[in-house]
């Protein structure tokens, strides 16, 4: 059985979070993910939220009890830069791909370009591209498509809340767009090309940021595989590293009374005043469906996540179910 000191010692000093990765090209998700497993000695490793191979920047990667809190970050906003080229179109919808329309030599105007970009802001319909993770009976897309086998995926409504882009050439253009999660960037450049009458497709990806996660924030991923020299363990991604606790702050948070601690750590229902809530502008009246509120200790320690039942409470007096529990509780 493999038990590595460097790996087991990390493991100790280190508490759950994430690390924020800067992806570089050329390198899968899943392939940042087995790095940061076999550098941090940590067993329980995820990303939230798949880039693709040719793309780089923003990967949150979480650590230990942080991979739990994954379902909260894969809806959120993201912010992407990038260049388009127009002409011809490919089968990834990037330079990836192999051409799949006849290449045209364009002259776009950006009066022309304006015109089509106010089509892709606000909540449009998508179609995802055929080399994507989307399902099609528990197969993922790109397996059948790169068996050549047809591939019918039906638009999904996402929303762009900016998108700006200028021609650095009469067939070329850069961007930066933020959109919802879920929101394909290749698809925008094809279906711009589709526009146009031209063809598009992406020649360069790179995320700027994915919730609440930057490039500030961010470790270069060829720092991450430097490997620890003599008795030294790799310890700089430790310094990037961001606690469980200071995960998801721009949510409600709950402080449960030490007389709760127990039910808690049980999953069993609590009822809390208002007055421990800490929530802008969260009330009965302004959320009727249940909702997600963060279960905090009296040492603002995260021990876990619970849903506020509404239905169930009255008054001042809040009912909450906790759903996920960490060792902390």
């Excluded at 995926?153 to 762009?160: S, W």
């Amino acid at each position: 059985m493999a038990d590595t000191k460097f790996g087991l010692t990390l493991k100790k000093l280190m508490p759950d979070g994430v690390v924020v990765i800067d992806k570089t090209r050329g390198v899968t998700s899943h392939d940042v993910v087995d790095r940061v497993r076999r550098i941090t000695g940590h067993t329980r490793v995820g990303h939230f939220g798949t880039l693709d191979p040719m793309a780089t920047g923003v990967l949150p990667v979480a650590l230990g009890g942080a991979t739990r809190l994954q379902q909260f970050y894969l809806g959120s906003r993201k912010v992407y830069s990038g260049t388009i080229r127009f002409g011809f179109s490919t089968s990834t919808y990037d330079s990836e791909g192999r051409p799949s329309s006849e290449e045209k030599i364009v002259s776009i105007l950006a009066k022309e370009l304006e015109e089509v970009r106010g089509q892709f802001v606000g909540p449009i319909q998508q179609t995802p591209p055929a080399f994507s993770a989307k399902k099609i009976r528990g197969v993922s897309s790109h397996r059948l498509a790169r068996k050549n086998q047809p591939v019918e995926l039906k638009p999904i409504q996402v929303e762009v809340y900016r998108f700006d882009l200028s021609l650095i050439s009469p067939g070329e253009a850069e961007f930066e767009v933020e959109c919802s999660g879920g929101t394909y960037v290749r698809s925008l450049a094809h279906e711009m090309g589709l526009k146009l009458g031209c063809g598009a497709h992406l020649t360069s990806l790179r995320r700027l940021a994915s919730g609440e996660f930057t490039l500030g924030q961010a470790l270069d991923f060829n720092l991450l595989t430097r490997e620890p020299e003599g008795d030294s363990p790799p310890v700089v991604w430790m310094s990037h590293m961001i606690p469980i606790n200071k995960l998801l702050s721009w949510m409600a948070s709950v402080y449960v009374p030490d007389e709760d601690l127990r039910r808690v750590k049980h999953g069993m229902t609590i009822r809390v005043e208002g007055k421990q809530i800490i929530a802008e502008g969260l009330t009965l009246t302004a959320s009727p469906a249940p909702c997600w509120v963060r279960l905090l200790n009296g040492a603002d320690d995260l021990i876990g996540m619970g849903r506020v039942d509404f239905s169930n409470s009255r008054d001042d007096l809040w009912e909450i179910k906790p759903k996920i529990v960490f060792s902390s509780a």
